[in-house]
């Protein structure tokens, strides 16, 4: 593949070299892509130039690269930092959503596969976490677009037993092996593995909202039901994931 160039969010890094850094990044137009960034951490003035800002985790920058068949890491030749999110290095409880975000985006999305909803979404959930009352829709937000872009997006409309729609309840079963609600009573769905939870009907009305993309019903979502409803989808990535990521911990509070 020829020298390409694009906006690219740092999601993990770690040290190749004194002087050399291997980065993952979430790019807009390439997907997923694991660099070796030659002489990142060098302070000469030719690789200052280059890597201008550094490339740091939790920053959105402009790459430069070229991407061989075969070879496992792309090679990154230029890094032009654009954003670096500055209240992240400020609010720990920001930093910390961030680096779930990032954790997810690593594990949910393959190699240079296409993903400019991902990457949409998680420019916007990073820059949205400099706003604290608002960093629990935005978590929510941010799990249902990944979801969708994925192609796990989550069925709340219809019963994923019945096809049918469901009708309005107190409660209602997540089949996380379906992909959604049922009104099937708890326990007697097909999930017979653990991956079946009772939903409350206000945590569903929080899902139908967001994926709706309904203003004005997420304006009256409450702290709470978004709460739960980030602690659902948590559960619901884990179980897709079929294991659990460290930073999961953050959101189901454990």
Known sequence: MPRFKDDAICIRHLDWSETSQVVVLLTRGHGKVRGLAK??????????????????????????????????????????????????????AAQRAGLYAADLCNAMLADQDEHPGAFTAMDEFL????????????????????????????????DVVTAKPLTDRASYTFDARAGGLTATVE???????????????????????VGAGDAGAMGHITDESARRANRLLCVYLRAILDRALPTMGLVLGE
């Not at 890491?73 to 654009?82: G, P, V, Y």
């Not at 326990?187 to 139908?208: F, I, M, Q």
């Open 39 to 92: 002489g990142s951490k060098r302070m000469s003035p030719g690789s200052v130039a280059r890597y201008s800002g550094g490339v740091e985790l939790l920053t959105r920058g402009q790459i430069v690269g070229i991407i061989k068949t075969g070879m496992e890491l792309a090679t990154l030749t230029e890094w032009d930092l654009q954003e670096p999110y500055a209240h992240l290095r400020n609010d720990l």
């Open 127 to 158: 820059s949205a976490l400099a706003e604290p009352a608002k960093r629990e829709l935005s978590l929510l937000v941010f799990q249902w677009r990944l979801l969708a872009d994925a192609g796990y997006r989550p069925e709340v409309e219809r």
């Open 187 to 209: 326990g007697s769905t097909d999930a017979d593995d653990g991956s079946a939870w009772k939903v409350r009907r206000e945590t569903v009305a929080a899902l139908r909202a």
